[in-house]
């Protein structure tokens, strides 16, 4: 499953049209986790996600694809990925977990985060730290990409963050192995895969130019999932919640480049010493 292929890299020019569309990406998910709130339902999130994604210039990248009826993939509670928008009305306290893409000129951004619906006030204690497990476990995973890295090395980092988390909150958090992170650039998911957890093979070489997205899902019991009948929503098989952090990153001689965070990633890889470019 993680053989050694090349990776893609791309120019300095190519890096900057995915920036544009990447910051169509996380501006839309600032949008929903602002709007989102108790008795919306998930196609109204859709909706409006859809019409700020072609109202920045861009074209969602969800929509159609292989089918996807929704510009946005929209997982409550036991839903760890894939969830359809529709009719189902949300409840103070659900977790949410909201994944989006945009394509502008071609080039793709993909991004996800997970929320309280009705604000952090609003939920458990114990959903409240997965969220913050699961982003924190993002960064580390996005720190640990360097020119000269072995590509796995996200995945270990990712892994020894969840730990640690767990350990902190007194209990075992499980990393999702059947959804993992992927190159992108002219198509939503490219090679090579990324996974979120350690391996044997240390893989290829990580190269100024390659582009990735890093995206953990963690749960808060068991990691098996299952797919749902409508052939898309994947949920936890023993009903237990889970979270997913996503973001696009390009690795440049400078640093890494997080181009679906309006800030480059300064303030998610500050606590690893790790400095973006700017």
């Not at 120019?11 to 569309?21: L, N, S, V, Y």
């Not at 210039?57 to 929209?74: E, I, N, R, V």
């Not at 497990?133 to 270990?156: H, K, R």
């Not at 052939?231 to 181009?259: M, N, Y």
């Amino acid at each position: 499953m993680f053989g050694r292929s090349r990776i893609e890299t791309k120019t300095p020019e190519q890096i900057a049209r995915m920036r544009r569309a990447g910051l169509v990406v996380g501006q839309t998910l600032q949008l929903i986790a602002q709007t989102v709130r108790p008795g919306m339902t998930t196609k109204a999130l859709d909706e409006l996600a859809e019409e700020h994604i072609r109202g920045s210039g861009a074209k969602p990248s969800f929509l159609g694809y292989h089918g996807f009826s929704g510009s946005l993939c929209t997982s409550v509670n036991d839903e760890v990925v894939h969830g359809i928008p529709g009719l189902r009305v949300l409840h103070e306290g659900d977790l949410l977990s909201i994944d989006c893409g945009a394509i502008v000129d071609g080039w793709h951004g993909d991004a996800a985060i997970s929320v309280i619906v009705g604000g952090r006030d609003a939920g458990r204690p114990e959903d409240l730290a997965l969220i913050d497990a699961t982003e924190d476990s993002m960064w580390a995973g996005i720190a640990a990409l360097a020119v000269g890295q072995p590509l796995y090395a996200v995945g270990a980092a990712v892994e020894d963050s969840v730990t640690a988390a767990g350990e902190r909150a007194g209990r075992e958090y499980g990393i999702v192995e059947d959804y993992v992170g992927h190159g992108i650039g002219t198509e939503m998911h490219q090679d090579p895969q990324v996974p979120n957890y350690r391996v044997r093979d240390r893989g290829t070489t990580v190269r100024s130019g390659v582009t990735v997205a890093i995206e953990p899902m963690v749960t808060v019991g068991d990691a098996a999932t299952a797919e749902l009948d409508d052939g898309w929503t994947v949920v936890t098989k023993d009903g237990s919640r889970a979270a997913h952090f996503e973001h696009t990153v390009a690795i440049t001689a400078e640093g890494p480049w997080v181009l679906t965070a309006e800030d480059g990633g300064v303030a998610g890889l500050a606590p690893f010493g790790v400095t973006p470019r700017s």
